[in-house]
């Protein structure tokens, strides 16, 4: 299985900056793409950034040029780089990963703890 290690959330003033982190752990072959997704209360999961194998990455509209996603060389940890932040960036923000095991064609998805994000004065 896969293990997805969460860090970095915590409470920030509105313009302030945060850095969330990622580690993917456990038995897979290759990851095709990591990236982030966040969930404020009383709201569905959206996507936030995800960066592909091939360092193509997509990003909301709500986090451009505020957000950074980047990685490690060995392409198993991920970062995001939160500047400028608002308080509609207050939310709980999960990693995920979608990797491929061996002896698979598919590629499954493994979701972080979540980690939690608050910006207030």
């Known amino acids: 299985q896969v293990q997805l290690g969460e860090s970095g959330g915590g409470l920030v003033q509105p313009g302030g900056s945060l850095r969330l982190s990622c580690a993917a752990s456990?038995?897979?072959?290759?990851?095709?793409?990591m990236g982030w997704y966040r969930q404020a209360p009383g709201k569905q999961r959206e996507l936030v950034v995800f960066i592909t194998t091939g360092g193509h990455t997509t990003y909301a509209d709500s986090v451009k040029d505020r957000f950074t996603i980047s990685r490690d060389s060995d392409k198993k940890t991920v970062y995001l780089q939160m500047n400028s932040l608002k308080s509609e960036d207050t939310a709980v923000y999960y990693c995920?990963?979608?990797?491929?095991?061996?002896?698979?064609?598919?590629?499954?998805?493994?979701w972080g703890q979540g980690t939690q994000v608050t910006v207030s004065p």
């Open positions: 995920y990963a979608s990797v491929l095991h061996t002896g698979s064609s598919l590629f499954s998805d493994y």
């Open positions: 456990g038995s897979f072959v290759g990851i095709n793409s």
